[in-house]
């Protein structure tokens, strides 16, 4: 059935003037003028049948008409009488933006971008509303059945029109959801995990940086946490959520830029001698496991696990060595005697740091050979229905990671979940999206000075670029977008919009709206809080959508200033507040 099926006395008006892509449309009637509103989607009949140009309303005027336009509308009424209030011109200006055929073969409703045709003169205008408006945006988002539709809210212009977006497109590639603070960005996303999470197959990863997501519960929510301070004593296992980072998953780079100071004179030394004490510690771990097919093969990045004992044992050896001088009997200092001092000391006090508890002081299960499997398959399982390898959307809550390494731990989860799905033979492969909140913080623009940084950006390019292969997609949200990285973001196909007050961030979300729709930009600024702009792979056109709150919303709820200082309770809780700080851990009042 074709959804645009206007009768003819359903017209808005007529067209009057035609150039390439802009069509204005005289309206006879002044009540349905004040109804229409910029932005509005309108139909033109097409001279072709079983076709309807599409168009966005971009101006409305009405003005008393001019001598001319007098003339010109006596001929289509005659005997006009000069006091009458319909003697104006009131025009409609309209961008045409593509074309909905009623059928192709046998594909129903079919819209394309291009202009097939443009109207003639006279021909009809339609507003395109309600059901019809519902349906049409069904076919833009290429919704064919029930089953991908991510359900949104409502059109801004339109409550009767539900806004759905492709589920298939806006993970396949890639999406951004970015909003100034407090423009509804977690509960945007936790809208759209929640209908993730309600799939049986769902695989999803959701990288928690302040614990926001922590509501999120029922059967298809796993709630992970990064091992804090209070963890490292309490014996607490992979099991009951709890996750370490051991550093023996760090790559070459990541190691090197925790460990070696790049300011030091002896960096490059300090570099090359530790790499060759990891693989020798690899290599022992491998042998006493008796694992001789993996080490045939292994590199310095394998993820192998190594006792850093002995790359220390052995660093310190070297530090210290004496050499046979050039005369019998002498002795010399090594070759990097005394050389490797700050290193050993760098390594010595991050081990002993109890805020990276998560990598230097796993409980004794993360240094075994087959612990990493059971992590993946923590972070990784799909079906929810099986009670050993609970998927669906993981939220892994990352509010007890020093912000220095944040990037560092952020992009080795990311790492691991990429390194797996290229791993996985194609027919087995599962696809699985990880979103990243606060994405500036970890994903920020290419800086050259900090090393971690920079390897965490460079994880995240490479998934921006070819994650799409291995199924694997990215969500990255940010209130900065102007600081998050443009590699990864140009790769990202999808884009919702939420309120944007900063000229600069602005700036760079206008860039990734289509050019030919223009004005939508300008709305950015005047959002309301869960308002957003929706365009993208999942739907052609840029819509004005208000987004549905998620039926259990994050803790981010604003507080309410004024209200609560005008209470008249006690406020305490600074003494324990205190005293959390030093022991690293938020007491919850009894
Ligand atoms: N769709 C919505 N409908 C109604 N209210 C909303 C909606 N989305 C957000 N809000 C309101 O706005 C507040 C802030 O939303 P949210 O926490 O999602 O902002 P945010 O963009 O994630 O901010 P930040 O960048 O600081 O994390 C919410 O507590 C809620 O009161
Ligand atoms: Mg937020």
Known sequence: MPILDYQDNEALGRVRAVDTANVTVAVEDVTRLRKLQVNRLAALQSSRPGQHLIGIIQRITRSASSGGARADRAVVAEGVDDDDPDDEIN??????????????????????????????????????????????????????????????????????????????????????????????????????????????????????????????????????????????????TLDQGVLFLPYWLLGYEALTSMFVDRSDQNAPNQAMVMSRAILNAKRIYLEADGKSDVLANFTIDSPVPFDLETVLGELNELNEQMVPGARAGAEKQGEFNGK?????????????????????????????????????????????????????????????????????????????????????????????????????????????????????????????????????????????????????????????????????????????????????????????????????????LPARIRMSPPNQPPNSGTIDFWDRWALDTAVGGHDAAVESWRKQRVQTPQ
């Open 340 to 540: 490797l001092s700050r290193l050993i000391q760098r390594l010595e006090s991050k081990q002993s740091d109890r805020r990276l508890g998560f990598l230097f002081q796993g409980v004794a299960e993360t240094m075994q050979y087959d612990w990493l499997e059971r992590l993946v398959v923590r972070l990784m399982a799909g079906r929810k229905d099986q009670p050993a390898q609970r998927g669906g959307v993981k939220v892994i809550d990352f509010s007890e990671v020093p912000s220095d390494v944040l990037p560092l731990m952020v992009s080795l989860v990311a790492r691991l979940i990429f390194s797996v799905q290229q791993w996985t033979p194609i027919e087995r492969r599962h696809p699985i999206s990880i979103v990243c909140d606060e994405a500036h913080l970890y994903i920020p623009e290419r800086s050259g000075a900090s090393g971690a940084g920079d390897i965490s950006v460079a994880i995240f390019e490479r998934i921006a670029k070819e994650g799409r292969k291995y199924g694997l997609g990215l969500v990255v949200v940010s209130q900065r977008p102007s600081e998050v990285n443009r590699t990864v973001l140009s790769q990202c196909n999808n884009l919702m919009a939420m309120r944007l007050t900063n000229g600069d961030d602005q700036a760079v979300v206008r860039r990734l709206l289509p050019d030919s729709l223009g004005g939508f930009g300008e709305l950015l600024p005047v959002l309301d809080t869960g308002e957003a702009l929706v365009v993208g792979d999942a739907s052609l």
């Open 91 to 236: 025009v409609v200006r309209i961008a045409l933006i593509g074309t909905l055929i009623d059928r192709i073969g046998l594909k129903e409703n079919v819209f394309v971008r291009t202009l097939e045709t443009v109207p003639e003169i006279d021909a009809n205008c339609f507003a395109l509303e309600g059901l019809r408006l519902t349906a049409f945006m069904r076919v833009v988002a290429n919704i064919a059945g029930d089953g991908q539709r991510l359900s949104l809210g409502h059109y801004t212009l339109d409550e009767a029109a539900g806004a759905y977006l492709n589920g298939n497109r806006f993970f396949q590639r890639h999406a951004i959801i970015v909003g100034s603070t407090g423009s509804g960005k977690s509960w945007t996303t936790a809208r759209v995990l929640e209908q993730v999470a309600e799939l049986p197959n769902a695989n999803a990863v959701m990288l928690d940086i302040h614990g926001e997501y922590a509501p999120l519960n029922g059967d298809g929510f796993q709630h992970l946490r990064i091992a804090g301070p209070a963890d490292l004593d309490s014996g607490a």
